[in-house]
């Protein structure tokens, strides 16, 4: 089983969308959890980061934490075609850094 | 912003020679990471350093890589016999502390092309 799975997608809505991304894992260790979108051949860029279960919110972002189920969420709200990349879910335990990427979802936005 | 920067952005090089990676991390960060990217998978853990040191690696950073703090500001990666599967996306990260789960900040990446 692999550690964090992603759907890859494509994803693509029109302009103004809510964008609905998602990920499990499967180890119970992973304690923080961030989102990152990557433009292409760029690097990683954050985008959220949490630790407790439940909603977080900045801006047009939310992400969503569920510990029980090992599913993490992120929404965009307003979705803009500036928006079209890949979205990276990523863990690590409590005790380093060493991040764990899901394969990331590519989502295109159309005008 | 202060960012992470990478040089080259790209690098060709041929099989069996080595390659040095260039990164200047956030000037305050004091954790220092490295990942790859082969084309179409996963982001990839290489190697954490810290004080002067790794503090963890993974399996695919064997004995052909090593990583190196040359100057206060400098952190590198270095191949030693390049291997085509080397072919791939490099980055750098760095963070300002650790164990807290400090988010990392990544650099634009070094494309890496072995041939």
């Known amino acids: 089983q692999k550690e964090v799975e992603q759907d890859p997608g494509p994803l693509s809505v029109p302009e103004g969308a809510i964008v609905s991304l998602n990920c499990t894992y499967s180890?119970?260790?992973?304690?923080?959890f961030m989102w990152y979108r990557q433009y292409s051949r760029k690097g990683p860029e954050l985008l959220m980061y949490?630790?407790?279960?439940g909603n977080k919110e900045d801006g047009r972002f939310t992400a969503q934490v569920d510990k029980s189920s090992k599913y993490i969420s992120l929404f965009i709200r307003d979705s803009q075609p500036s928006d079209s990349a890949t979205y990276l879910c990523?863990?690590?335990?409590?005790?380093?850094?060493?991040?764990?990427f899901g394969g990331g979802t590519r989502v295109l936005v159309k005008p | 912003e202060p960012e992470v920067t990478q040089t080259p952005s790209h690098q060709v090089t041929q099989m069996g020679q080595e390659v040095i990676l260039r990164c200047v991390p956030i000037s305050n960060h004091l954790y220092f990471y490295w990942y790859r990217q082969i084309l179409g998978q996963k982001v990839e853990f290489l190697v954490s350093f810290y004080n002067n040191e790794i503090s963890e690696k993974s399996e695919i950073f064997d004995d052909q890589f090593s990583v190196e703090r040359p100057d206060g500001s400098n952190f590198t990666l270095k191949i030693r016999s390049t291997k085509l599967e080397d072919s791939a996306m490099y980055f750098c990260a760095s963070s300002e502390i650790q164990g807290a789960g400090s988010p990392l900040h990544f650099g634009n990446g070094t494309r890496l092309t072995v041939t």
């Open positions: 180890n119970s260790a992973f304690q923080y």
């Open positions: 990523a863990t690590t335990k409590a005790a380093g850094n060493k991040l764990t």
């Open positions: 949490t630790y407790s279960s």
